[in-house]
T-cell receptor, first 114, second 113 residues
């Protein structure tokens, strides 16, 4: 089955700096890669996603890049703000006729310091 | 529009007991998935249901079961609870099987004593 590794486990940046979180996946058939943000005690929220036919996607301060050959994808947050502090999870899945389960990474605790 | 809703919010049980967790998907969504999130880890896939049929099952024992109703709501049942079942149980809904995006509910925090 799919295995997703995520690094780093914790990341501390100064407000205004950029943050990068990296993930690798094992199943070359995976074709959908979402990123979720989870604040303490709250539900995971989808912040951005990318499909395997695209190499990069951007939404304001957030961008995701995908390298299918190397089987890794990354989340980039620019101009970080204190409200960006949370746990971020990457995930991978492949859409099949039977559905698509998300396989999550272990999470990155991002702390944006003033 | 209401998002995914789950009940109860919190639950305390003792070892050996049984628990039923409930989920209502976003209006119009026909697929529901269940995930277990142990503290400090990413969610782990338990089940996926679409049009009342099981479409996927994760690596969980037979003590875990689920079903989906005609209105697309779902129940997750766990029998013979163990201490290790203590976790946040998340429900995620998806518009249809052909769609990728999954939206999570607030979860049910289960504590097994």
């Amino acid at each position: 089955g799919e295995n997703v590794e995520q690094h780093p486990s914790t990341l501390s940046v100064q407000e205004g700096d950029s943050a990068v979180i990296k993930c690798t996946y094992s199943d070359s058939a995976s074709n959908y890669f979402p990123w979720y943000k989870q604040e303490l005690g709250k539900r995971p929220q989808l912040i951005i996603d990318i499909r395997s036919n695209v190499g990069e996607k951007k939404d304001q301060r957030i961008a995701v890049t995908l390298n299918k050959t190397a089987k890794h994808f990354s989340l980039h947050i620019t101009e970080t703000q204190p409200e960006d502090s949370a746990v971020y999870f990457c995930a991978a899945s492949r859409l099949t006729g039977g559905g698509n389960k998300l396989t999550f990474g272990t999470g990155t605790q991002l702390k944006v310091e003033l | 529009d209401a998002g995914v809703t789950q009940s109860p919010t919190h639950l305390i049980k003792t070892r050996g007991q049984h628990v039923t967790l409930r989920c209502s998907p976003i209006s119009g969504h026909k697929s529901v998935s269940w995930y277990q999130q142990v503290l400090g880890q990413g969610p782990q896939f338990i089940f996926q249901y679409y049009e009342k049929e099981e479409r996927g099952r994760g690596n969980f024992p037979d003590r875990f079961s689920a079903r989906q109703f005609p209105n697309y709501s779902s129940e997750l049942n766990v029998n013979a609870l163990l201490l290790g079942d203590s976790a946040l149980y998340l429900c995620a809904s998806r518009l249809a099987n052909s769609y990728n995006e999954q939206f999570f509910g607030p979860g049910t925090r289960l504590t097994v004593l």
